[in-house]
């Protein structure tokens, strides 16, 4: 089992107090997700969109990672061979956790993106529309966040991995949304091994190969050490 993809969604950080975006009190919770999570709502309103990330990116200062989060960055530092953790969320747990090998496919909320040159800079506080860029100075700085109908950022490096993947892993997404949903049949074609560790069945679990139902706080920890003890 040398080469591991796990793709991560709003389920690893349930637990640590984030509100999922199709649970009951979902995070759209409010909003309609083309309300605020495509880019007519921002030329539409860009007052509500920069709102609705401002106060998501202000709840990261009250939110820690939980075990799944530092499981995962315990299986980066002690796994040998290639690994590569695809996270869906825009939160910063992963890091927080000591992750590294790890990439945000729908941008970040700490991140500010401009939208006239295309420059990505480090952001932690509100982002009132018209914030200008660092680098060209335009009026033009938004959300780094991939709203739908935009490419998924570093689509390259995830199929390749994908590709390559001897094991694909995915934890806490009800496999809605494209393409991430669609990762475990790229791996299957390769012939990768697929696990789910969710609350709940999503969306694809009939692709998986083995599917574990519950908490990813218990699921990860439980499944990061029983693969540092076969390695
Ligand atoms: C693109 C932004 C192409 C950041 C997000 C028709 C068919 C197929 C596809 C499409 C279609 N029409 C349109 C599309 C494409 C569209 C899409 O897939 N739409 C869906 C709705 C059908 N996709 C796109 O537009 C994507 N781009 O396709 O570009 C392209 C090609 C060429 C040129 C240009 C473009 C871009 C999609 C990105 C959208 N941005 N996020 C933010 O605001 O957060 S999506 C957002 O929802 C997340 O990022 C994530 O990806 C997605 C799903 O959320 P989840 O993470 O899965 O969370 P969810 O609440 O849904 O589920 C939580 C799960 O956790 C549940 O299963 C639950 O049981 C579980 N859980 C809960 N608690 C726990 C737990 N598990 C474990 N432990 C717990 N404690």
Redesign the pocket.
Known sequence: MRHIVILT????S??SGIA????PG?LWEGHRVEDV?TPAALARDPALVHRFYDLRRAALAAVAPNAAHNALARLDRAWRGELLIVT???DDLHERAGARRLLHM??ELRSALCASCGAQQAWSEALPPGSVCADCHAPELRPD????????YQMERIDDALSQADLFVS???????????GFVRLARQHGAATLE????R?EGSAWFDETRLG???TLVPAWVDEILETA
């Open positions: 969604g709003a389920g690893i349930a637990e999922t975006f199709r649970g979902g999570c869906q969320n825009v729908h941008g966040i991939v709203f739908f109908g935009e490419m998924p934890i806490g997404t009800s496999g809605a949304v494209y393409p991430a949903a560790l969710n609350l709940e999503s908490p990813a706080g």
